[in-house]
C-alpha cells in the first residue's frame, strides 16, 4: 500500500508576476525549487493566505536568485501580485518509507530570497 505524505514547502513566498495569457504552471526560482527539493514539472498545490484559494499546478523553473513567483495561465486569475502562497508537494510512499522520511521546508525572506531552510 501506498500513501501520500508531505514532502516539501515553500511557505509564505510573495506572488512577483501573474501572466493569465502563458500557457499554465507556476514559475518559481530555480534556488527555491532545489532548497524545497520540488523537481521542475512536478505537481504542487498552491494556497493563498490572501484569499483562501487553493489550487494544483505544475512547476517552471525561474531564472536563479531572481525571487520569481509567476503564476501562470489560469492560476493567475487566483492570485494577485504581492499576495502570500505556500507551495507544498507531496509524494507516494510505503508506510515504512513515511516513519522516517523528513520534509523539506523553506521559509523565504519577504523578496523571496532563501534565508532559512529546515524542518
Known sequence: ML???F?????RVRVTQADLNYVGSVTIDEELL???NIF???KVQIVNNN???RFETYTIKGERGSGVVCLNGAAARRVQVGDIVIIMAYALM???EARTFKPATVF???N???VKNGR
Request: charged residues 40%.
Open 40 to 42: 521542475e514539472g512536478e
Open 34 to 36: 532545489e532548497a524545497a
Open 7 to 11: 514532502k516539501s514547502k515553500i511557505h
Open 112 to 114: 523571496n530570497r532563501l
Open 108 to 110: 523565504p525572506d519577504e
Open 51 to 53: 484569499n483562501g484559494e
Open 94 to 96: 510505503t508506510p515504512e
Open 3 to 5: 500513501i501520500e505524505i
